[in-house]
């Protein structure tokens, strides 16, 4: 029951990637490596929730985990990174998190508002300490490589 | 040969379609700089953020020109940023003349995206699948898919009739509220939470969270600020959008 489950989900996240994909006019090319991205990132963000990490570590292995993947698809098929990173990062945007804090908001609850809002930043914020580690290393490598 | 300024003209479109296409500052700049190193120049500078672009180019009997280009209206199409990458590296190895590469940048900056009429069929299945991601049943991600439909629709109407930014992700925020609380009223959908939360996808601001994190770590402080920004007020906007009808309808 629960690996059925797993492969739905699974199945989700490619799908909303792919039709992200659509959505930003990615070349047609590109399209099954962006859906591919978002399946790998979910994979990780399931799996590490499942053995016991906290949701925004979880959420900062998958991120980096889709960086990695999204620069090597650039390379492969020599087109910008972001075409790649931007729909795979798609399922992991806290958007529970962002609606949660509206709706206490609304209900004038304060505290509330501000502990989800805290716990959606940080989410926000493990995605995007995960790009940047990846990137600011590609670009020492890039480097490296221009000099030898 | 091509003078300086037929290079800094063809710098300038290429630098053109690609920031009103949604690519970072730095990539913008770096092609610019790349295409005019095909020259013989004794100095190529550029400088773009995401509102303007400006270069300047000397050439060896120090006669400088200096272009600037205000970028108003921006629209996402990861495509033509694709096209123009790949054209700035064929236009280093190629010899084009001055027309040759015009044309080809002309024609990628009147290329079709996807159909119009397929948009709102991904956008609904984005909606549809990322509300059984965050964990709705079947029957939320079927009237999800009816949200996404129209809010989508409604969104591509909006951006046709070049409505400012502001005003079409409030409205796209109250109207993915208004549909998803009519579909829970009719008993299609079951948990209106859910819903809402996998409609929003459609709109969130990928691209410009992307681009202002990729732009800080290159450097650009000010365009990484500016997208931040970007970024943040648009998840603000669309909250108050659907904050709106979700109080006037409780």
């Keep these: ?148 | 040969m091509m003078s300086s300024k037929q290079l800094i003209e063809i710098a300038l479109l290429a630098g053109e379609i690609m920031l009103t296409n949604g690519a970072e500052t730095h990539r913008v700049e770096d092609t610019m700089v790349r295409i005019c190193s095909k020259g013989k120049l004794r100095l190529a500078e550029s400088f773009v953020i995401p509102t303007v672009i400006v270069a300047t180019v000397a050439d060896e009997n120090n006669n400088l020109v200096t272009v600037s280009k205000r970028i108003k209206s921006r629209t996402i199409d990861l495509n033509k940023i694709s096209l123009v990458n790949q054209f700035s590296r064929d236009f280093q190895t190629h010899e084009y003349t001055y027309e040759q590469a015009i044309e080809i940048l002309n024609k990628i900056k009147n290329k079709k995206g996807y159909s119009f009429y397929l948009l709102p069929f991904a956008a609904a299945l984005v909606c549809c699948f990322s509300t059984i991601l965050f964990g709705g049943k079947i029957r939320d991600a079927i009237s999800a898919f009816f949200v996404g439909f129209v809010t989508q629709t409604i969104l591509n109407f909006m951006n046709f009739k070049n409505f400012s930014y502001f005003i079409s992700y409030i409205i796209g925020g109250s109207i993915t509220a208004l549909i998803a609380l009519i579909t829970v009223n009719l008993n299609i959908g079951i948990h209106l939470d859910k819903i809402i939360i996998g409609s929003v996808m459609i709109m969130t601001p990928g691209v410009a969270i992307t681009n202002a994190i990729r732009d800080t770590i290159a450097g650009d402080l000010l365009s990484g600020v500016a997208r931040g920004v970007e970024a943040f007020l648009i998840a603000v906007f669309i909250a108050t959008g659907a904050g709106i009808t979700l109080s006037l309808f409780r």
């Design chain 1, 1 to 148: 029951m629960l690996e059925k489950s797993l492969v739905f989900q699974l199945i989700s996240a490619f799908i909303v990637s792919f039709s992200f994909a659509i959505l930003t006019n990615s070349p047609r090319k590109s399209l099954l490596y962006c859906g591919i991205n978002g399946m790998c990132g979910w994979l990780v963000n399931l799996l590490l929730l499942r053995f016991g990490f906290s949701q925004i570590l979880s959420v900062f292995f998958a991120a980096l985990s889709i960086n990695v993947l999204s620069e090597i698809f650039a390379r492969f098929l020599k087109n910008p990174v972001p075409i790649f990173l931007i729909p795979g990062l798609i399922p992991l945007v806290p958007g529970a998190g962002m609606y949660n804090t509206m709706t206490a908001l609304l209900k004038s609850q304060f505290e509330l508002a501000i502990k989800t809002g805290m716990q959606t930043l940080l989410i926000a914020g493990s995605i995007a300490v995960a790009i940047m580690i990846v990137t600011s290393f590609n670009w020492v490598f890039k480097t490296f490589q221009r000099k030898s």
